[in-house]
């Protein structure tokens, strides 16, 4: 079963059904506050999160997450939630520090 753990809220878990689900659906389908400037497009960075392990987990990087790891605003341990698709097992993450809301309070 797909889960996701968000270390710096608290260890939040989140367990999933279903396998192949974008990572930021499963997080706002399970009330989580979880930024996204453009909508999830993969247009903007504002949906990074930080991969603690479980990365080969994930999908490949796609051509956006590439882009933006050539611009030097992705590094090889962050993804982009909105591209990013859990197949299998855990995924360990946390917010990244730019990218947290001011009404959420985030642990550490």
Known sequence: MP????????NRKINSEAS????????????IDWM?????KGRCTSCKMIV???MEN????????LF?????RLRANERLS??????????RIKV?????FPHVEYSE
């Open 20 to 31: 192949d689900r974008k990572v930021i659906e499963l997080i706002h389908e399970n009330n």
């Open 96 to 100: 990244a520090e730019i990218n947290k």
């Open 58 to 65: 994930l999908n490949d990087p796609n051509e956006r997450e």
């Open 36 to 40: 996204h400037a453009c909508g999830k």
């Open 3 to 10: 889960r996701i753990v968000i270390e710096n809220l608290f």
């Open 52 to 54: 603690l392990s479980g």
């Open 82 to 91: 909105c591209q990013s698709i859990l197949e299998k097992g855990e995924l």
């Open 68 to 72: 933006y790891r050539k611009q030097n």
